[in-house]
């Protein structure tokens, strides 16, 4: 699936041996790690971030590597591009070809390299948004918002060029009641990838988080990802006059905000003291509430039909269902 100029988004199996090339003190290592989740394959934007990276070149005294280089005919714009398939190749046309492929891991936040033969595409969960727990209407709300989000347009924008296109979502309530999942939920049916940040991430210095938010606003617009800042209690909450450096923080945040073409989804726990300013900019409230009894005994039916035996899928007596459906807990309990 296309996302973005150039970007692909596909999920890494189980137990990969996936490749990260990193250098020191000027020699080429290669350090291996295991990744498994979703990943975003563009090369372009790796090496615009990562100007410094550097690949495996041949070697400038080769002669004969250098004459072949300066043949005529492997100018610039002699080479053009097929409409191949994968299966018509032949296995002497995948012997030129690189193992690897160049992305980013949505899960570590880290650019890798990552072997060809283990990655593939992501097997959409477009039911998820039926397991949430929400009312009627907010159901309502979120369907809507998914549908209006495949078709974008940016002629009603800011009287500023570029400001003012993006939509940010502010879900809010007590924790363990299904915020996070909200997001994922959205994701997987608009079948868009989800990049999850916590609020510490982008740092706490003013001049650095700038730069680093310009990165993350900047990858998942490119991506058309959703962008989901949990936990952003540092950036919502209502500003004090004698706390200057949060202040700077908030503001160098509302700031970038006001560009973001995307879709921005916060999550917070303190709803009744949200600063002004940012109430301002948040197009979409959705307010999470404890969970009721029969909130709850829809959670557990859902765990259950997901546990699965050797003979098929557990079985639950309704009568056990709602014995645990009494007890007062929260999604993560």
Same mark, same amino acid.
């Given at each position: 699936m296309a996302e973005g100029d150039g970007a692909y988004s596909f999920v890494v199996r189980t137990r990969i041996d996936n490749t990260k090339v990193s250098h020191s003190n000027g020699r080429l290592g290669i350090i291996k790690?295991?990744? *498994?989740? %979703?990943?975003?394959? $563009?090369?372009?934007?790796? %090496? @615009?971030?990562?100007? +410094?990276y550097r690949m495996p070149a041949v070697e400038a005294f080769d002669d004969v590597t250098w004459e072949m280089l300066q043949d005529e005919r492997i100018r610039e714009g002699a080479i053009t591009g097929a409409d191949l398939r994968v299966d018509e190749l032949v296995p002497e046309d995948l012997l030129v070809c690189s193992p690897t492929v160049q992305g980013f891991s949505l899960g570590d936040k880290q650019w890798l390299?990552?072997?060809?033969?283990?990655? *593939?595409?992501?097997?959409?969960? =477009?039911?998820?948004? &039926?397991?949430?727990?929400?009312?009627a209407k907010q159901m309502k709300v979120i369907h809507a918002l998914c549908d209006a989000h495949l078709v974008r347009h940016y002629e009603f924008d800011d009287s500023i060029a570029g400001k003012g296109c993006g939509f940010s979502i502010l879900l809010h309530g007590p924790p363990g009641v299904g915020k996070t999942m909200t997001a994922e939920a959205m994701?997987?049916?608009l079948q868009r990838p989800l990049y999850s940040?916590?609020?510490?991430?982008? =740092?706490?210095?003013?001049?650095?988080?700038?730069? %680093?938010?310009?990165?993350?606003? /900047?990858?998942?617009?490119?991506w058309h990802a959703l962008l989901l800042l949990d936990e952003a209690?540092?950036?919502?909450?209502?500003?004090?006059? *004698?706390?200057?450096? %949060? +202040?700077?923080?908030v503001c160098v945040f509302l700031r *970038?905000?006001?560009?973001?073409? =995307?879709?921005?989804?916060? &999550? &917070? +726990?303190?709803?009744?003291?949200? $600063?002004?300013?940012?109430?301002s900019r948040i197009h979409l409230p959705l307010p999470h509430h404890e969970l009721s009894?029969?909130?709850?005994?829809?959670?557990?039916?859902?765990?259950?039909? @997901?546990? @699965? &035996?050797?003979?098929?899928? /557990?079985?639950?007596?309704?009568?056990?269902?709602?014995t645990l459906s009494? +007890?007062?807990?929260n999604g993560r309990e």
């Amino acid at each position: 699936m296309a996302e973005g100029d150039g970007a692909y988004s596909f999920v890494v199996r189980t137990r990969i041996d996936n490749t990260k090339v990193s250098h020191s003190n000027g020699r080429l290592g290669i350090i291996k790690l295991f990744v *498994k989740g %979703r990943i975003m394959v $563009d090369p372009e934007l790796m %090496r @615009r971030i990562n100007p +410094n990276y550097r690949m495996p070149a041949v070697e400038a005294f080769d002669d004969v590597t250098w004459e072949m280089l300066q043949d005529e005919r492997i100018r610039e714009g002699a080479i053009t591009g097929a409409d191949l398939r994968v299966d018509e190749l032949v296995p002497e046309d995948l012997l030129v070809c690189s193992p690897t492929v160049q992305g980013f891991s949505l899960g570590d936040k880290q650019w890798l390299e990552f072997a060809v033969a283990n990655i *593939k595409d992501i097997d959409w969960n =477009g039911d998820v948004l &039926t397991q949430l727990s929400l009312p009627a209407k907010q159901m309502k709300v979120i369907h809507a918002l998914c549908d209006a989000h495949l078709v974008r347009h940016y002629e009603f924008d800011d009287s500023i060029a570029g400001k003012g296109c993006g939509f940010s979502i502010l879900l809010h309530g007590p924790p363990g009641v299904g915020k996070t999942m909200t997001a994922e939920a959205m994701s997987e049916h608009l079948q868009r990838p989800l990049y999850s940040i916590s609020a510490g991430e982008p =740092g706490i210095v003013a001049r650095a988080l700038e730069a %680093r938010l310009s990165d993350i606003f /900047a990858m998942a617009e490119r991506w058309h990802a959703l962008l989901l800042l949990d936990e952003a209690d540092v950036y919502v909450e209502q500003r004090a006059p *004698k706390d200057l450096v %949060r +202040n700077e923080l908030v503001c160098v945040f509302l700031r *970038k905000l006001e560009y973001y073409r =995307g879709i921005l989804i916060l &999550t &917070t +726990n303190r709803i009744t003291t949200i $600063d002004e300013a940012v109430a301002s900019r948040i197009h979409l409230p959705l307010p999470h509430h404890e969970l009721s009894q029969l909130a709850r005994s829809a959670i557990w039916k859902g765990f259950v039909h @997901r546990v @699965r &035996t050797r003979k098929g899928h /557990a079985e639950c007596k309704s009568a056990d269902i709602e014995t645990l459906s009494r +007890n007062v807990l929260n999604g993560r309990e």
